[in-house]
């Protein structure tokens, strides 16, 4: 894993050099290679703490899509749920007065483990609501209750915070441990969260991986993605297992949701969509279905936009800014995806009927 | 479908011809009675937009009733042909949503070409009917001078070149249909899905940047003013309006001045007011085109080629189906009808920015397909109907009753609670989405197959669930 | 075939359920149903004939029972609005609703002593462009309305003003900063708001001449308003001599580090921000902690509260443009601010304050022509038109020929506090007066 992601950054890195050499003349008002060179740790740290959110988010799309074969469109309010609950617990913490006196990383997992709950209890009363009685139905049925159950989510929480605090945006509050900063030279600097939000999502990852494949319910959890009905003559309440499957989810969402709140501070009900639908190409980027390939398919996305954004003004004087930067990754997606139809790390699958 | 045994009240009721037809007929005259004889002073009563909706309905029993053919075709023409753009010089508001609902239904018949025949899920359906859209908007505005120098060519160009253009950008719409569809082809399944959700995002942000560095498309700021096509029938129109003007003069039972006001409106109709009836004929043509297409094709020999790569891609090759040609002529079609209709609609609205082509729209015409039940031509115009219906006129509607309702201070009896005093956060206009939301998930929730679905997948779904859900 | 039966009934009693009065409408005859309508739509027969597009066949009844009453009262005049209310936009959209409302509750007392009933119709447009004229079309079927207050989006108002325009109807907008909206010529049109080729080059100047500043990179959130500001905004700055090392737009919301990245790196005296407050507070939140000192100069969409709030102290150092003077300048305003306040339990959002004044102008040109019957809306529209000198609580307007505001002031605002409540202590820099640019 860590492999991938050093060599992504590898690449990428030795790419917008090479370019900088080559178009060293073309900016006349600085030295282009010296720029270059001179942000690059800068936007790999940027790109791998936002590669790490989507690689979270990617995961509850992964696995239910892995047990179930459809895309849960919900799951990016089920993201924006995490965050927002994470931010109440802050905030009413906050308001009595304990935020400054409870360790940050106490706070930290505190926040999580709320958060997680949180999303990953939506997830399962989601599924149990607006999936599980289509679970018969074509492929495409769930796909548009989700989109129902995506556009009530967004208003729901939307009414809930105009009447609990009469607010659109929240905000999380300051904790001064997170905002440090480390300095390593003049222009380049990390701060403690973003180094955080990396090595907390690394930890999940890591259990979530162990607990997927290395004990027995993730076992299960395998066999009821190969095939469902030989796992429940196998003795493996399938139910079950479908629950469990969104609750881990949900759960790691909503994880993402607290580390993204953290990271970027502001959130309002709508936030989730733009992640959710980036998080979502990664997942399909990196083999639907597959859990090592949503992680890399995150962490690639998330560095090839930060590299994307950070330079693509540098290199053609201002004329594709930016703004390309969705261009530029989904273009990507779309080479990736025709050389690999199935994903970087999808096996190429029977397609199921 | 079950066949019952014995008849239901409804059936013995309608079991004869003669009862069909004088229902039907009875259905027209009096819902067409009640929207006339509403008050419009109440365009915001609900009763005003539930007695249209149930006039509309009558195209539903058409479609249900066992009548002659030629009489549903002269029943239906004088419903949609005459009655709602009559109705729609009454309230213009009865037009602009019978308009929007052929354009969706247009539109979702196209997606249903490429998700419901061929199987081929597509969630960048709308980036067609921007390229339709943009096509027009480029050159039917005042913006192509931007990068064509005015030696070359002057612009906006004159209002004929709508009709040329129009194929153009059919054209041009089901050729990017084809550039999509032929890297991608290799993908399969829900990788597809991506693809085109990654192409649609990827042209609505190319519309969105391409201001610079050569101005193409304007950016964010849009392109207006856009030409309308030409008026050419106006005087007919007019000299139409005179002669029944003249003809209705001494007609019995107040039909002279039913007739006679219709005939005078029609002489002094302005292009204001004529835009939107030509806009929704113009729109009702391309939908009869696209339903007789639709059906024609799933009939025919490609109709079947994509059913059998819908159900089973590998023995369709081995049935020798060319594969590459089978899908992307389902690329082709359906994006050459979203082209047609992103013309038509640049055309209407007169400015057009990328926002109008978001990934939600093509969420909303996909929901559209599958609400109606994908696959079935009636299914998808009845889904297309319903979700635009709900949103742009029932919710809405119901929202401002509510709200009227709130600001008149009417108090709830049992707990003394004035909704005058119903704070802010409660608004009704504000939670149309959520309901929305909430009406997507019913419908699933108790008709998966869709409101009329195609006969073949309604008994899939019902006959086997287990098969179907690995399906 | 039972169950296909059953469905139908079932959709076409759905529908009906729906739509309140299912029963009703096939049962009560139109006769009984005049005269409960009678007192609100009584004076809607004169009205009726000398507009100009309702000269379609008039349900020949209608007008009979209900010319009775109106001794008592002259019928009811609409206030409508059309904002975003859903969607990521809504809190916007909401400002332009709340003020809206606020000022038909506060200001409608002279029509109301004439004898009229007023009332207030939010509708939501949701941002898009289709939704607006469909609400458009419906609205402009209801004789009183007689003004629209909206919209938000420039994209979502130039459509609907189509619409509005056929039937005469006047729309005064609060937000639409966009110089197409006005430049059209509609009589209907009107704006209280700045134009983007006003404030950006007023911005361009203030940040050369006051500010000093000799290098500027140029950010905007790539909508017609924030980048149509932050273009003019650039080509004034070109002008006058001032370094621009960046023009970048982004739709980004939350994450904005790698945009930051080589901005630090060129070290700009100044970020000009053309967008709105939910992007420019983490922005700028951001920004600071990634230790980019350089000022961050802004168009109207800045000011808000909320700003301080999403920036805390990253939000010192910042200076915008704006037609409405601080609270502190305008007695009116703070008035406003309080009664916000205490009636919806939170700070203004930006435009409510404008869609206060828009409102405010409408009920007053519409008082003007309603004094014996309720007017026409070609009256009411030229009413508006003719506004002159109305001080509003963010300005005084006077309407030129395209509606645009005469002389619009433009107050150059700096953030001194991060603290949200300590918004409206904020100093003004610099004032402009600048008459906006006739078209040719």
């Known amino acids: 894993m860590l492999l991938y992601v050093a060599g992504t950054v590898f690449i990428l890195s030795a790419l917008v050099l090479i370019l900088g050499f080559i178009f060293r003349d073309i900016r006349t008002d600085f030295n282009l290679l010296e720029r270059v060179w001179l942000i690059l740790p800068q936007v790999a740290v940027d790109g791998i703490s936002a590669g790490f959110v989507y690689a979270m988010i990617a995961l509850g799309y992964t696995m239910v899509y892995g047990v179930l074969e459809f895309i849960n469109f919900a799951h990016s309010e089920i993201f924006m749920v995490g965050a927002f609950i994470g931010a109440e617990v802050l905030l009413i913490m906050n308001s009595a007065g304990v935020l400054g006196a409870v360790h940050p990383l106490i706070l930290l997992l505190l926040i999580l483990l709320f958060g997680m709950l949180g999303s990953g209890g939506l997830a399962v009363t989601v599924e149990?609501?607006?999936?599980?009685?289509?679970?018969?139905?074509?492929?495409?049925?769930?796909?548009?209750?989700?989109?129902?159950?995506?556009?009530?989510?967004?208003?729901?929480?939307?009414?809930?915070?105009?009447?609990?605090?009469?607010?659109?945006?929240?905000?999380?509050?300051?904790?001064?441990?997170?905002?440090?900063?480390?300095?390593?030279?003049?222009?380049?600097?990390?701060?403690?969260?973003?180094?955080?939000?990396?090595?907390?999502?690394?930890?999940?990852?890591?259990?979530?991986?162990?607990?997927?494949?290395?004990?027995?319910?993730?076992?299960?959890?395998?066999?009821?993605?190969?095939?469902?009905?030989?796992?429940?003559?196998?003795?493996?309440?399938?139910?079950?297992?479908?629950?469990?499957?969104?609750?881990?989810?949900?759960?790691?969402?909503?994880?993402?949701?607290?580390?993204?709140?953290?990271?970027?501070?502001?959130?309002?009900?709508?936030?989730?969509?733009?992640?959710?639908?980036?998080?979502?190409?990664?997942?399909?980027?990196?083999g639907i279905g597959n859990i090592s390939g949503a992680m890399l398919g995150g962490i690639v996305l998330g560095i090839m936009e930060a590299y994307g954004a950070s330079y693509l003004s540098i290199f053609t004087s201002g004329a594709f800014g930016a703004e390309y930067k969705d261009i530029l990754a989904f273009s990507i997606l779309i080479i990736i995806l025709i050389f690999r139809p199935a994903g970087l790390l999808g096996q190429v699958v029977r397609e199921k009927a | 479908m079950s066949k019952s045994t014995t008849p239901s009240l409804w059936q013995r009721l309608m079991a004869t011809q003669n009862a069909r037809i004088t229902f039907i007929l009875a259905w027209v005259v009096i819902t067409s009675y009640l929207v006339v004889a509403t008050p419009r002073q109440l365009a915001f009563g609900l009763a005003t937009q539930a007695v249209f909706i149930l006039f509309a309905g009558s195209v539903l029993w058409l479609y249900y009733l066992q009548i002659p053919n030629a009489l549903k075709v002269v029943i239906g023409f004088l419903v949609l042909g005459v009655l709602i753009p009559v109705f729609g010089g009454l309230n213009q508001y009865y037009l602009e949503v019978a308009t929007q609902v052929c354009i969706f239904s247009a539109l979702a018949l196209g997606l249903n070409i490429v998700v419901g025949f061929a199987g081929l899920l597509d969630l960048g359906y709308v980036a067609f009917y921007?390229?339709?859209?943009?096509?027009?908007?480029?050159?039917?505005?005042?913006?192509?001078?931007?990068?064509?120098?005015?030696?070359?060519?002057?612009?906006?160009?004159?209002?004929?070149?709508?009709?040329?253009?129009?194929?153009?950008?059919?054209?041009?719409?089901?050729?990017?249909?084809?550039?999509?569809?032929?890297?991608?082809?290799?993908?399969?399944?829900?990788?597809?899905?991506?693809?085109?959700?990654?192409?649609?995002?990827?042209?609505?942000?190319?519309?969105?940047?391409?201001?610079?560095?050569?101005?193409?498309?304007?950016?964010?700021?849009?392109?207006?003013?856009?030409?309308?096509?030409?008026?050419?029938?106006?005087?007919?129109?007019?000299?139409?309006?005179?002669?029944?003007?003249?003809?209705?003069?001494?007609?019995?039972?107040?039909?002279?001045?039913?007739?006679?006001?219709?005939?005078?409106?029609?002489e002094n109709a302005n292009p204001a007011q004529l835009y939107p009836i030509y806009f929704y004929f113009l729109v009702l043509l391309v939908i009869a085109i696209v339903i007789f297409v639709s059906r024609r094709v799933s009939d025919s020999r490609i109709g079947r080629a994509w059913e059998a790569v819908r159900e089973d891609e590998?023995?369709?090759?081995?049935?020798?189906?060319?594969?590459?040609?089978?899908?992307?002529?389902?690329?082709?079609?359906?994006?050459?009808?979203?082209?047609?209709?992103?013309?038509?609609?640049?055309?209407?609205?007169?400015?057009?920015?990328?926002?109008?082509?978001?990934?939600?729209?093509?969420?909303?015409?996909?929901?559209?397909?599958?609400?109606?039940?994908?696959?079935?031509?009636?299914?998808?115009?009845?889904?297309?109907?319903?979700?635009?219906?709900?949103?742009?006129?029932?919710?809405?509607?119901?929202?401002?009753?509510?709200?009227?309702?709130?600001?008149?201070?009417?108090?709830?009896?049992?707990?003394?609670?004035?909704?005058?005093?119903?704070?802010?956060?409660?608004?009704?206009?504000?939670?149309?989405?959520?309901?929305?939301?909430?009406?997507?998930?019913?419908?699933?929730?108790?008709?998966?197959?869709?409101?009329?679905?195609?006969?073949?997948?309604?008994?899939?779904?019902?006959?086997?669930?287990?098969?179907?859900?690995?399906? | 075939m039972k169950a296909k039966i059953l469905f139908v009934v079932l959709l076409v009693a759905l529908i009906a359920t729906a739509c309140a009065a299912p029963t009703a409408a096939p049962t009560a005859a139109p006769p009984t149903k005049a005269p409960a309508a009678a007192p609100t739509t009584a004076p809607a027969a004169p009205t009726a004939a000398p507009a100009a597009a309702t000269k379609a066949p008039e349900p020949t009844k209608a007008p009979a029972p209900t010319t009775a009453p109106a001794a008592t009262s002259k019928g009811t005049i609409k206030i409508a609005s059309?904002?975003?209310?859903?969607?990521?936009?809504?809190?916007?959209?909401?400002?332009?609703?709340?003020?809206?409302?606020?000022?038909?509750?506060?200001?409608?007392?002279?029509?109301?002593?004439?004898?009229?009933?007023?009332?207030?119709?939010?509708?939501?447009?949701?941002?898009k462009p289709d939704v607006g004229v469909a609400n458009a079309k419906n609205l402009v079927t209801d004789p009183d309305i007689m003004v629209v207050i909206g919209h938000l989006n420039s994209g979502v108002a130039i459509p609907s003003s189509e619409v509005y325009k056929d039937t005469d109807l006047a729309m005064v907008s609060p937000a639409n900063t966009n110089p197409n909206v006005t430049d059209r010529g509609y009589a209907t049109v009107n704006r209280v708001c700045g134009r983007d080729d006003v404030q950006g080059p007023s911005g361009a100047e203030f940040a050369a001449k006051e500010l000093k500043v000799k290098s500027v990179y140029i950010l905007h959130d790539k909508t017609t308003y924030g980048q149509g500001v932050a273009e003019f905004f650039r080509d004034t700055a070109k002008t006058l001599g001032l370094n621009i090392l960046g023009f970048e737009g982004t739709e980004e919301k939350a994450n904005f580090d790698p945009i930051l990245t080589p901005i630090k790196a060129a070290n700009p005296d100044l970020i000009y921000f053309g967008g709105l407050y939910p992007q420019a507070g983490p922005l700028i939140k951001q920004a600071r902690a990634?230790?980019?000192?350089?000022?961050?100069?802004?168009p109207d969409g800045l000011d808000s509260s909320d700003f301080a709030k999403l920036a805390g102290d990253a939000a010192v150092n910042t200076y915008y443009t704006s037609v409405a003077a601080p609270a502190?300048?305008?007695?009116?305003?703070?008035?406003?601010?309080?009664?916000?306040?205490?009636?919806?339990?939170?700070?203004?959002?930006?435009?409510?304050?404008?869609?206060?004044?828009?409102?405010?102008?409408?009920?007053?040109?519409?008082?003007?022509?309603?004094?014996?019957?309720?007017?026409?809306?070609?009256?009411?529209?030229?009413?508006?038109?003719?506004?002159?000198?109305?001080?509003?609580?963010?300005?005084?307007?006077?309407?030129?020929?395209?509606?645009?505001?005469?002389?619009?002031?433009?107050?150059?605002?700096?953030?001194?506090?991060?603290?949200?409540?300590?918004?409206?202590?904020?100093?003004?820099?610099?004032?402009?007066?600048?008459?906006?640019?006739?078209?040719?």
């Not at chain 3, 007392?109 to 447009?125: I, N, T």
Request: hydrophobic residues 50%; glycine residues 10%.
């Open chain 2, 130 to 266: 921007l390229v339709g859209a943009y096509t027009w908007a480029i050159f039917g505005s005042p913006q192509a001078q931007k990068f064509i120098p005015p030696e070359l060519l002057k612009f906006p160009l004159a209002q004929e070149f709508f009709f040329p253009f129009f194929f153009l950008a059919t054209f041009l719409a089901a050729l990017t249909g084809i550039m999509l569809g032929l890297p991608v082809l290799r993908v399969r399944g829900d990788y597809l899905a991506v693809v085109t959700l990654g192409f649609g995002e990827l042209l609505r942000v190319v519309a969105n940047n391409l201001d610079k560095p050569v101005n193409i498309t304007n950016g964010p700021q849009g392109i207006t003013p856009i030409q309308r096509p030409p008026l050419f029938f106006r005087s007919w129109f007019e000299g139409f309006g005179t002669a029944l003007h003249g003809a209705s003069t001494g007609l019995p039972l107040g039909l002279d001045k039913v007739f006679g006001g219709i005939g005078s409106w029609m």
């Open chain 1, 128 to 286: 149990r609501i607006a999936y599980r009685p289509l679970r018969g139905a074509p492929r495409l049925v769930p796909l548009i209750s989700a989109i129902g159950v995506s556009l009530f989510l967004q208003d729901a929480v939307r009414f809930f915070e105009g009447i609990w605090r009469n607010e659109f945006y929240l905000t999380y509050p300051t904790i001064k441990f997170f905002e440090q900063r480390i300095i390593l030279s003049s222009t380049i600097d990390f701060s403690v969260k973003s180094i955080i939000v990396i090595l907390g999502a690394i930890l999940m990852l890591v259990i979530l991986n162990y607990f997927v494949n290395a004990t027995k319910i993730g076992t299960a959890i395998r066999a009821v993605a190969q095939d469902r009905a030989t796992a429940s003559l196998m003795g493996i309440d399938v139910n079950q297992i479908i629950v469990l499957t969104f609750f881990i989810g949900g759960a790691m969402g909503g994880a993402a949701g607290v580390l993204f709140g953290l990271q970027y501070n502001t959130i309002n009900p709508f936030t989730g969509f733009i992640p959710g639908l980036k998080a979502f190409t990664a997942a399909v980027l990196g």
């Open chain 3, 290 to 298: 990634k230790g980019i000192n350089s000022i961050l100069l802004g």
């Open chain 3, 82 to 127: 059309q904002s975003p209310l859903s969607g990521d936009q809504a809190s916007l959209g909401e400002g332009i609703k709340l003020g809206t409302q606020l000022a038909v509750e506060q200001l409608s007392k002279p029509l109301v002593d004439l004898g009229y009933k007023v009332e207030y119709v939010p509708f939501d447009d949701q941002a």
């Open chain 3, 328 to 440: 502190a300048a305008f007695p009116d305003a703070a008035q406003f601010i309080k009664d916000f306040k205490a009636k919806f339990n939170k700070d203004p959002q930006p435009f409510a304050a404008h869609a206060y004044d828009s409102a405010a102008i409408a009920l007053k040109a519409i008082a003007a022509v309603a004094k014996d019957a309720k007017p026409t809306r070609k009256a009411v529209s030229a009413a508006i038109r003719a506004t002159k000198d109305f001080k509003g609580i963010t300005g005084v307007y006077t309407f030129n020929k395209n509606g645009d505001p005469t002389i619009a002031k433009y107050f150059f605002i700096k953030v001194t506090s991060g603290d949200p409540a300590k918004w409206d202590a904020n100093p003004i820099a610099k004032t402009l007066e600048i008459a906006p640019p006739e078209k040719k």
């Open chain 2, 314 to 471: 590998d023995a369709a090759v081995a049935m020798g189906i060319p594969i590459v040609t089978t899908k992307l002529a389902a690329f082709a079609t359906g994006a050459s009808f979203a082209g047609a209709m992103g013309m038509l609609f640049a055309a209407k609205q007169v400015f057009i920015n990328p926002e109008s082509f978001t990934f939600l729209e093509s969420i909303g015409v996909l929901a559209m397909v599958i609400v109606g039940g994908m696959g079935s031509i009636p299914g998808v115009v009845l889904g297309a109907t319903a979700l635009t219906v709900l949103n742009l006129q029932i919710l809405p509607n119901i929202s401002l009753a509510l709200n009227s309702i709130r600001q008149a201070g009417y108090v709830i009896p049992v707990i003394n609670y004035n909704l005058a005093q119903l704070p802010s956060q409660f608004e009704p206009a504000k939670y149309q989405r959520m309901v929305f939301g909430l009406v997507l998930i019913v419908m699933m929730l108790v008709r998966p197959e869709g409101l009329l679905p195609a006969k073949r997948r309604r008994v899939e779904i019902h006959q086997d669930k287990e098969v179907e859900a690995i399906v």
